[in-house]
Protein backbone atom coordinates (compact mmCIF):
# COMPACT_ATOMS: atom_id res chain seq x y z
CA UNK A 1 0.00 0.00 0.00
CA UNK A 2 2.90 2.19 0.68
CA UNK A 3 4.39 1.99 -2.65
CA UNK A 4 1.49 2.50 -4.56
CA UNK A 5 0.66 5.77 -2.49
CA UNK A 6 4.43 6.63 -3.27
CA UNK A 7 3.61 6.06 -6.85
CA UNK A 8 0.66 8.04 -6.44
CA UNK A 9 1.85 11.36 -5.54
CA UNK A 10 4.69 10.82 -8.06
CA UNK A 11 2.52 10.05 -10.64
CA UNK A 12 0.53 13.81 -9.07
CA UNK A 13 3.63 15.41 -9.72
CA UNK A 14 4.56 14.58 -12.88
CA UNK A 15 0.85 15.79 -14.05
CA UNK A 16 1.37 19.11 -12.13
CA UNK A 17 4.38 19.79 -13.51
CA UNK A 18 3.14 18.61 -16.88
CA UNK A 19 0.13 21.06 -16.66
CA UNK A 20 2.69 23.94 -15.80
CA UNK A 21 4.71 23.00 -18.59
CA UNK A 22 1.73 22.76 -21.14
CA UNK A 23 0.48 26.46 -19.54
CA UNK A 24 3.82 28.14 -20.14
CA UNK A 25 3.78 27.07 -23.83
CA UNK A 26 -0.13 27.87 -24.59
CA UNK A 27 1.16 31.44 -23.12
CA UNK A 28 3.91 31.76 -25.21
CA UNK A 29 1.87 30.21 -28.29
CA UNK A 30 -0.73 32.79 -26.93
CA UNK A 31 1.85 35.86 -27.56
CA UNK A 32 2.95 34.82 -31.22
CA UNK A 33 -0.94 34.32 -32.10
CA UNK A 34 -1.45 37.80 -33.22
CA UNK A 35 1.57 38.26 -35.41
CA UNK A 36 0.45 35.12 -37.06
CA UNK A 37 -2.36 36.12 -37.47
CA UNK A 38 -4.47 32.86 -35.87
CA UNK A 39 -7.23 35.34 -34.56
CA UNK A 40 -11.05 35.14 -36.27
CA UNK A 41 -14.58 36.31 -34.78
CA UNK A 42 -17.91 34.90 -35.57
CA UNK A 43 -20.65 36.87 -34.79
CA UNK A 44 -23.78 36.18 -32.81
CA UNK A 45 -27.50 37.32 -33.62
CA UNK A 46 -29.40 39.59 -31.34
CA UNK A 47 -32.81 39.28 -31.73
CA UNK A 48 -35.44 42.18 -30.56
CA UNK A 49 -38.20 39.90 -28.78
CA UNK A 50 -40.55 42.94 -29.63
CA UNK A 51 -40.40 43.29 -33.36
CA UNK A 52 -38.79 39.58 -34.21
CA UNK A 53 -35.54 41.51 -36.28
CA UNK A 54 -31.87 40.76 -36.11
CA UNK A 55 -30.65 44.26 -34.15
CA UNK A 56 -27.09 43.30 -33.74
CA UNK A 57 -24.42 40.93 -33.06
CA UNK A 58 -22.01 40.08 -30.53
CA UNK A 59 -18.68 39.44 -31.79
CA UNK A 60 -16.68 36.41 -30.40
CA UNK A 61 -12.89 35.37 -30.47
CA UNK A 62 -11.99 32.87 -32.25
CA UNK A 63 -8.16 31.14 -31.86
CA UNK A 64 -6.89 28.28 -34.30
CA UNK A 65 -3.78 26.75 -32.17
CA UNK A 66 -1.83 25.44 -35.56
CA UNK A 67 -0.84 21.85 -33.95
CA UNK A 68 -4.25 22.35 -31.33
CA UNK A 69 -6.40 23.52 -33.67
CA UNK A 70 -9.80 25.45 -32.04
CA UNK A 71 -9.05 26.77 -28.27
CA UNK A 72 -12.20 27.53 -26.53
CA UNK A 73 -12.20 31.37 -25.28
CA UNK A 74 -12.76 30.02 -21.80
CA UNK A 75 -9.42 28.36 -21.84
CA UNK A 76 -7.14 31.08 -23.12
CA UNK A 77 -8.64 34.41 -22.09
CA UNK A 78 -8.15 34.12 -18.51
CA UNK A 79 -3.95 33.46 -19.58
CA UNK A 80 -4.11 36.59 -21.39
CA UNK A 81 -5.42 38.68 -18.62
CA UNK A 82 -3.10 36.77 -16.56
CA UNK A 83 0.22 37.87 -18.55
CA UNK A 84 -1.63 41.31 -20.52
CA UNK A 85 -2.00 40.04 -23.82
CA UNK A 86 -5.77 40.22 -23.78
CA UNK A 87 -4.73 44.47 -23.70
CA UNK A 88 -3.26 43.53 -27.49
CA UNK A 89 -5.98 40.74 -28.52
CA UNK A 90 -8.65 42.74 -27.25
CA UNK A 91 -7.69 46.08 -28.83
CA UNK A 92 -7.50 43.14 -32.68
CA UNK A 93 -10.65 42.47 -31.32
CA UNK A 94 -12.33 46.38 -31.31
CA UNK A 95 -10.65 46.88 -34.53
CA UNK A 96 -12.02 43.57 -36.58
CA UNK A 97 -15.15 44.05 -34.99
CA UNK A 98 -14.93 47.80 -36.27
CA UNK A 99 -14.32 47.18 -39.67
CA UNK A 100 -16.84 44.34 -40.06
CA UNK A 101 -19.32 46.56 -38.70
CA UNK A 102 -18.25 49.20 -41.41
CA UNK A 103 -18.52 46.59 -44.42
CA UNK A 104 -21.86 45.55 -43.34
CA UNK A 105 -23.18 48.78 -43.03
CA UNK A 106 -21.51 50.20 -46.42
CA UNK A 107 -23.87 46.90 -47.81
CA UNK A 108 -26.75 48.27 -46.33
CA UNK A 109 -26.55 46.40 -42.68
CA UNK A 110 -25.95 49.08 -40.10
CA UNK A 111 -26.33 46.42 -36.85
CA UNK A 112 -24.88 47.00 -33.77
CA UNK A 113 -22.21 45.46 -32.51
CA UNK A 114 -21.26 43.80 -29.21
CA UNK A 115 -17.55 42.98 -28.20
CA UNK A 116 -16.70 41.84 -24.75
CA UNK A 117 -14.29 44.45 -22.84
CA UNK A 118 -11.95 42.54 -20.11
CA UNK A 119 -11.37 44.47 -17.12
CA UNK A 120 -7.80 44.34 -17.38
CA UNK A 121 -8.75 46.38 -21.23
CA UNK A 122 -11.10 48.81 -18.95
CA UNK A 123 -8.25 49.82 -16.00
CA UNK A 124 -5.83 50.95 -18.95
CA UNK A 125 -5.23 54.70 -19.34
CA UNK A 126 -5.65 55.14 -22.20
CA UNK A 127 -8.64 52.60 -22.90
CA UNK A 128 -11.49 55.43 -23.61
CA UNK A 129 -9.41 57.19 -25.94
CA UNK A 130 -8.19 54.22 -27.66
CA UNK A 131 -11.70 53.05 -28.81
CA UNK A 132 -12.94 56.18 -29.71
CA UNK A 133 -10.26 56.70 -31.99
CA UNK A 134 -11.12 53.06 -33.32
CA UNK A 135 -14.40 54.07 -33.85
CA UNK A 136 -13.30 56.96 -35.45
CA UNK A 137 -10.52 55.14 -37.62
CA UNK A 138 -14.00 52.89 -39.78
CA UNK A 139 -16.45 56.01 -39.17
CA UNK A 140 -18.65 54.14 -36.65
CA UNK A 141 -21.12 56.19 -35.33
CA UNK A 142 -20.42 55.51 -31.23
CA UNK A 143 -24.23 54.04 -31.05
CA UNK A 144 -23.54 51.22 -32.99
CA UNK A 145 -21.02 49.82 -30.69
CA UNK A 146 -21.93 48.15 -27.50
CA UNK A 147 -19.70 46.85 -24.89
CA UNK A 148 -19.86 44.14 -22.66
CA UNK A 149 -18.64 44.42 -19.55
CA UNK A 150 -18.43 42.26 -16.62
CA UNK A 151 -19.65 42.78 -12.80
CA UNK A 152 -15.16 41.54 -11.89
CA UNK A 153 -14.48 44.55 -13.94
CA UNK A 154 -16.71 47.13 -12.14
CA UNK A 155 -16.04 45.89 -8.99
CA UNK A 156 -12.06 45.89 -8.97
CA UNK A 157 -11.84 49.55 -9.55
CA UNK A 158 -14.98 51.02 -8.84
CA UNK A 159 -14.53 54.90 -9.22
CA UNK A 160 -12.07 54.42 -12.17
CA UNK A 161 -13.98 51.97 -13.90
CA UNK A 162 -17.45 54.49 -13.60
CA UNK A 163 -15.67 57.22 -14.92
CA UNK A 164 -14.32 55.92 -17.97
CA UNK A 165 -17.46 54.21 -18.51
CA UNK A 166 -19.55 57.78 -18.35
CA UNK A 167 -16.69 58.95 -20.66
CA UNK A 168 -17.67 56.08 -23.53
CA UNK A 169 -21.34 56.25 -22.62
CA UNK A 170 -21.17 60.29 -22.93
CA UNK A 171 -19.70 59.70 -26.22
CA UNK A 172 -22.54 57.66 -26.82
CA UNK A 173 -21.60 54.33 -26.26
CA UNK A 174 -23.80 51.47 -25.27
CA UNK A 175 -22.82 49.50 -22.25
CA UNK A 176 -23.85 46.06 -21.07
CA UNK A 177 -23.31 43.99 -18.01
CA UNK A 178 -22.36 40.98 -18.71
CA UNK A 179 -22.68 37.25 -17.19
CA UNK A 180 -25.17 39.22 -15.18
CA UNK A 181 -26.42 37.60 -11.42
CA UNK A 182 -23.13 35.48 -11.73
CA UNK A 183 -20.59 38.20 -9.96
CA UNK A 184 -20.94 39.99 -6.72
CA UNK A 185 -24.15 41.79 -7.78
CA UNK A 186 -24.47 44.62 -5.95
CA UNK A 187 -27.71 46.67 -6.63
CA UNK A 188 -26.53 49.88 -5.12
CA UNK A 189 -23.35 50.27 -7.97
CA UNK A 190 -26.01 49.80 -10.84
CA UNK A 191 -27.93 52.96 -9.68
CA UNK A 192 -24.31 54.81 -10.07
CA UNK A 193 -23.32 52.78 -13.42
CA UNK A 194 -23.68 54.32 -16.65
CA UNK A 195 -25.24 50.95 -18.26
CA UNK A 196 -28.51 50.58 -21.08
CA UNK A 197 -28.42 46.70 -21.23
CA UNK A 198 -28.39 43.58 -18.28
CA UNK A 199 -27.49 40.23 -19.83
CA UNK A 200 -28.61 37.33 -18.16
CA UNK A 201 -26.27 34.74 -18.20
CA UNK A 202 -26.87 31.66 -20.36
CA UNK A 203 -26.52 29.22 -16.52
CA UNK A 204 -29.97 30.56 -15.63
CA UNK A 205 -31.29 30.72 -19.46
CA UNK A 206 -30.71 26.89 -19.87
CA UNK A 207 -32.79 25.51 -16.71
CA UNK A 208 -35.30 28.44 -16.98
CA UNK A 209 -38.31 25.80 -17.16
CA UNK A 210 -36.78 23.56 -14.89
CA UNK A 211 -35.53 24.52 -11.86
CA UNK A 212 -37.50 26.76 -10.15
CA UNK A 213 -34.87 29.05 -9.11
CA UNK A 214 -33.44 30.08 -12.13
CA UNK A 215 -37.46 31.19 -13.24
CA UNK A 216 -37.02 33.30 -10.28
CA UNK A 217 -33.62 34.85 -10.97
CA UNK A 218 -34.57 35.38 -14.62
CA UNK A 219 -37.58 36.78 -13.01
CA UNK A 220 -36.13 39.21 -10.63
CA UNK A 221 -33.40 40.64 -13.61
CA UNK A 222 -36.26 41.57 -15.54
CA UNK A 223 -37.85 42.98 -13.50
CA UNK A 224 -35.05 44.91 -12.34
CA UNK A 225 -34.48 45.99 -15.59
CA UNK A 226 -37.86 47.24 -15.88
CA UNK A 227 -37.42 49.25 -12.99
CA UNK A 228 -34.53 50.66 -13.75
CA UNK A 229 -35.56 51.52 -17.16
CA UNK A 230 -32.20 48.71 -18.70
CA UNK A 231 -33.23 46.29 -22.00
CA UNK A 232 -32.54 43.23 -20.66
CA UNK A 233 -30.56 40.42 -23.03
CA UNK A 234 -31.20 36.64 -22.42
CA UNK A 235 -28.02 34.63 -23.59
CA UNK A 236 -27.78 30.98 -24.16
CA UNK A 237 -31.38 30.82 -25.22
CA UNK A 238 -31.79 26.89 -26.90
CA UNK A 239 -35.53 26.18 -26.98
CA UNK A 240 -38.91 27.58 -28.11
CA UNK A 241 -40.04 27.06 -25.20
CA UNK A 242 -37.49 29.51 -23.20
CA UNK A 243 -37.61 31.97 -25.97
CA UNK A 244 -41.93 32.24 -25.28
CA UNK A 245 -41.26 32.24 -21.91
CA UNK A 246 -38.57 35.20 -21.92
CA UNK A 247 -41.15 37.60 -24.54
CA UNK A 248 -44.38 37.04 -22.19
CA UNK A 249 -42.28 37.99 -19.21
CA UNK A 250 -41.15 40.89 -20.81
CA UNK A 251 -37.65 40.79 -21.41
CA UNK A 252 -36.41 42.61 -24.53
CA UNK A 253 -33.66 40.71 -26.18
CA UNK A 254 -32.40 37.13 -26.96
CA UNK A 255 -29.14 35.16 -28.06
CA UNK A 256 -28.81 31.73 -28.57
CA UNK A 257 -28.62 28.69 -30.35
CA UNK A 258 -32.13 28.55 -31.02
CA UNK A 259 -31.38 31.44 -33.48
CA UNK A 260 -28.08 30.64 -34.69
CA UNK A 261 -24.65 29.84 -33.26
CA UNK A 262 -22.22 32.48 -33.68
CA UNK A 263 -21.29 32.73 -37.66
CA UNK A 264 -18.51 33.73 -39.98
CA UNK A 265 -19.20 37.12 -41.34
CA UNK A 266 -20.16 35.79 -45.03
CA UNK A 267 -22.79 33.10 -42.97
CA UNK A 268 -24.07 35.42 -40.77
CA UNK A 269 -25.19 38.00 -43.58
CA UNK A 270 -27.11 34.77 -45.33
CA UNK A 271 -28.71 34.72 -42.14
CA UNK A 272 -29.58 37.95 -41.62
CA UNK A 273 -31.35 37.89 -44.86
CA UNK A 274 -33.28 35.02 -44.64
CA UNK A 275 -34.38 35.60 -41.13
CA UNK A 276 -35.99 38.87 -42.66
CA UNK A 277 -37.32 36.65 -45.35
CA UNK A 278 -35.21 38.20 -48.04
P1 LIG B 1 -19.83 35.33 -22.89
O1 LIG B 1 -19.43 36.72 -23.18
O2 LIG B 1 -20.78 35.10 -21.77
O3 LIG B 1 -20.39 34.76 -24.27
C1 LIG B 1 -21.44 33.82 -24.39
C2 LIG B 1 -20.92 32.44 -24.67
O4 LIG B 1 -22.04 31.55 -24.80
C3 LIG B 1 -20.15 32.30 -25.99
O5 LIG B 1 -19.17 31.30 -25.78
C4 LIG B 1 -21.22 31.80 -26.95
O6 LIG B 1 -20.69 31.12 -28.08
C5 LIG B 1 -21.99 30.87 -26.05
N1 LIG B 1 -23.37 30.65 -26.46
C6 LIG B 1 -24.17 31.45 -27.20
N2 LIG B 1 -25.40 30.92 -27.34
C7 LIG B 1 -25.40 29.74 -26.67
C8 LIG B 1 -26.40 28.73 -26.45
O7 LIG B 1 -27.54 28.82 -26.89
N3 LIG B 1 -26.02 27.67 -25.69
C9 LIG B 1 -24.76 27.55 -25.17
N4 LIG B 1 -24.48 26.47 -24.43
N5 LIG B 1 -23.80 28.49 -25.36
C10 LIG B 1 -24.12 29.57 -26.10
P2 LIG B 1 -17.68 31.45 -26.36
O8 LIG B 1 -17.72 32.07 -27.72
O9 LIG B 1 -17.02 30.12 -26.20
O10 LIG B 1 -17.02 32.49 -25.37
C11 LIG B 1 -16.84 32.18 -24.01
C12 LIG B 1 -16.44 33.40 -23.22
O11 LIG B 1 -15.16 33.87 -23.63
C13 LIG B 1 -17.38 34.58 -23.40
O12 LIG B 1 -18.52 34.43 -22.58
C14 LIG B 1 -16.50 35.74 -22.99
O13 LIG B 1 -16.44 35.85 -21.58
C15 LIG B 1 -15.14 35.27 -23.48
N6 LIG B 1 -14.84 35.92 -24.78
C16 LIG B 1 -15.16 35.54 -26.04
N7 LIG B 1 -14.68 36.43 -26.95
C17 LIG B 1 -14.06 37.41 -26.24
C18 LIG B 1 -13.36 38.62 -26.59
O14 LIG B 1 -13.22 39.01 -27.76
N8 LIG B 1 -12.83 39.35 -25.54
C19 LIG B 1 -12.97 38.98 -24.24
N9 LIG B 1 -12.44 39.74 -23.29
N10 LIG B 1 -13.64 37.86 -23.88
C20 LIG B 1 -14.17 37.08 -24.86
CA1 LIG C 1 -20.44 38.58 -23.70
CA1 LIG D 1 -18.14 35.77 -19.68
CA1 LIG E 1 -22.19 34.53 -20.13
Not at 199 to 208: M, P, R, S, T
Not at 259 to 271: D, I, M, Q, T, Y
Request: with cysteine.
Amino acid sequence: AKTEASNHSRFYIASVDQEIRARKQLEKDLSQALTNEEFHLVYQPQISLQSNRIIGAEALLRWTHPERGMVPPDHFIPLAELNGTIVEIGQWVLNEACRQAAVWASAGMPLRIAVNLSAVQLRQPDIVGTILTTLGRHEIPPGRLELEVTETGFMENLEDAVEKLRQLNNAGINIAVDDFGTGYSSLTYLKRMPVQHLKIDKQFVQDLLVNEDDTRIANTIIDLGRSLNLAVIAEGVETQEQEFYLRQRGCQIAQGYYFSRPLLPHAFVSFVDSFHGK
